[in-house]
C-alpha cells in the first residue's frame, strides 16, 4: 500500500513559490534538518513537514512544485535516498539524522539513519558542508561557504556559475585529497558530488532571471545556511531532468576531470578505484547501487520488508523510463 510515484508538474513554468501559505519559520529544537539545502528549504517554508521526516512522495511533489525538479530526477533521487536513509515499513524518512519518529528498526545492517548517514548517499568534498572524517557532515560551515565565495568572484564574476562551480568541484576534491585520510569518492557519492555542485544552479536561480545561469551569493547564502528562499522568490522556468543535470555534470566535470578513488588511511593518497562507476556508464551506477550499496543494507530481507523493498526498487527504476536511459532493471530481491 505504498503510494506510487507522483507524476510530472502540468505547468512547468515559473511561479512564484515563496507564498503567504508556505511563509519561511526557522526549525524548531525538535525540527530535524540535514545536509541537503534543498531539503531543509522545503520544510522551512512547509513544503513539508516542519519537522523534517516525510514520505518519499511528499518530497517529490515539493521538489517539482518548489523547484521544478523534473519528475525522473525527483523520483531518482528521492528514492534512491530512502532506500538506504529511510524506514521502507513506515514510508518515512529522515532528512537530517535519525529519528524514532520513522519507526522501529529493522535489522542490522540495515542503518535507516535519515540523510545525516555518511556513505550510503551523503559523501566527502560537499560545498558547504565537512567530510564526516572532521566530525559534522551536515552543518553550513562558513569558512567552506567563504570558498564558495572566493572562487565564484575568481572565476564566476562575483556569482556562482558553471565556472564557478567547475573550478569550485575541483578544490573541495583536492582538499579532501590533501586533509582527509579517508576521503572517499566512488560511486554512489561520485555521480552525487558533481550532480550536486549544479544544483544551485539551476534550482536557485529565480526563474525570471534573464541574465542567464548566475546564482547572486547573498541567495546562495540564503538557501544554503538558512534554508531560506528570497522574498518574491520564483521556481525556475524549466524542469531539470536527469538528461538536464548530466549536461550540467559534463561541463563542471571534463576541463578537470577526477577519476573515482580513495585515499587509503593517510592523506595525499589518492588511489583510483577501477571497480567504481563513473560517467562513460551511467547503468553502472544504478546497478551497484542496488546490488552493492541498498544490497548490503538488506542481505536478507523476508516479508514486509522485503515485499516494500522490492517496490521502492522498482519506484527507483521507473525513473529511469521516463526518458529511456537504456538501463536494464536489476532483478527484484527474493
Ligand atoms: C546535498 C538529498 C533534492 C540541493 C544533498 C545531500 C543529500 C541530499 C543526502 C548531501 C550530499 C552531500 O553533499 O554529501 C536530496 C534528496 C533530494 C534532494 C533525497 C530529493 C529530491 C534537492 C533539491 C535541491 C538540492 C530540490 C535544490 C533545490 C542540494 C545541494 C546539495 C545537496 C546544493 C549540496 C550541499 C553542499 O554540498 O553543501 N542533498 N536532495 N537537493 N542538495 Fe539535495
Ligand atoms: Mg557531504
Redesign the pocket.
Known amino acids: 500500500t505504498l503510494p506510487s510515484p507522483p507524476g510530472p508538474l502540468k505547468n512547468t513554468l515559473t511561479k512564484l513559490v515563496n507564498t503567504p501559505a508556505h511563509p519561511f519559520r526557522a526549525p524548531g529544537k525538535n525540527d530535524i534538518r540535514g545536509?541537503?539545502?534543498?531539503?531543509n528549504?522545503l520544510a522551512n517554508h512547509g513544503y513539508l513537514p516542519r519537522n523534517g521526516i516525510a514520505r518519499p512522495s511528499q518530497?517529490?511533489d515539493a521538489?517539482q512544485e518548489v523547484?521544478n525538479?523534473g519528475n525522473d530526477l525527483?523520483i531518482f533521487?528521492?528514492y534512491a535516498?530512502h532506500l538506504v536513509d529511510g524506514n521502507l515499513i513506515t514510508d518515512l524518512l529522515s532528512i537530517g539524522g535519525k529519528a524514532e519518529a520513522t519507526g522501529p528498526n529493522p535489522p542490522a545492517p540495515a542503518i535507516v539513519g535519515g540523510?545525516n548517514t555518511h556513505a550510503v548517499?551523503?559523501?566527502d568534498a560537499?560545498?558547504?558542508?565537512g567530510d564526516a572524517f572532521f566530525g559534522d557532515?551536515h552543518s553550513f560551515n562558513e569558512t567552506l561557504f567563504q570558498e564558495l565565495v572566493i572562487f565564484s568572484n575568481k572565476f564566476g564574476n562575483g556569482f556562482y556559475n558553471l565556472a564557478s562551480a567547475r573550478e569550485l568541484t575541483f578544490q573541495r576534491i583536492q582538499d579532501s585529497i590533501a586533509t582527509n585520510p579517508q576521503f572517499s569518492f566512488i560511486s554512489p557519492r561520485y555521480y552525487?558530488?558533481y550532480a550536486?555542485s549544479v544544483?544551485?544552479i539551476v534550482?536557485?536561480i529565480d526563474g525570471r532571471n534573464d541574465t542567464g545561469l548566475n546564482l547572486n551569493l547573498d541567495v546562495a547564502r540564503g538557501f544554503?545556511q538558512d534554508g531560506k528562499m528570497p522574498n518574491d522568490f520564483f521556481r525556475a522556468n524549466f524542469s531539470t531532468t536527469l538528461n538536464k543535470v548530466g549536461g550540467g555534470i559534463q561541463a563542471v566535470f571534463t576541463p578537470h576531470p577526477v577519476h573515482p578513488g580513495t585515499n587509503n588511511g593517510t592523506v595525499n593518497s589518492y588511489t583510483l578505484d577501477p571497480d567504481s562507476a563513473d560517467f562513460t556508464d551511467f547503468c553502472k551506477f544504478y546497478t551497484d547501487f542496488v546490488t552493492k550499496t541498498v544490497r548490503g543494507l538488506y542481505p536478507n530481507a523476508k516479508g514486509q520488508l522485503l515485499t516494500a523493498l522490492n517496490r521502492n526498487l522498482n519506484f527507483l527504476f521507473s525513473a529511469l523510463t521516463i526518458e529511456d536511459q537504456g538501463c536494464t532493471q536489476v532483478p527484484l530481491f527474493t
Open positions: 545536509p541537503c539545502p534543498g531539503l528549504t518530497i517529490i521538489a523547484f525538479m525527483a533521487l528521492t535516498a540523510l548517499f551523503e559523501g560537499s560545498i558547504t558542508r557532515n552525487t558530488a550536486k544544483f544551485p534550482f536557485f544554503f
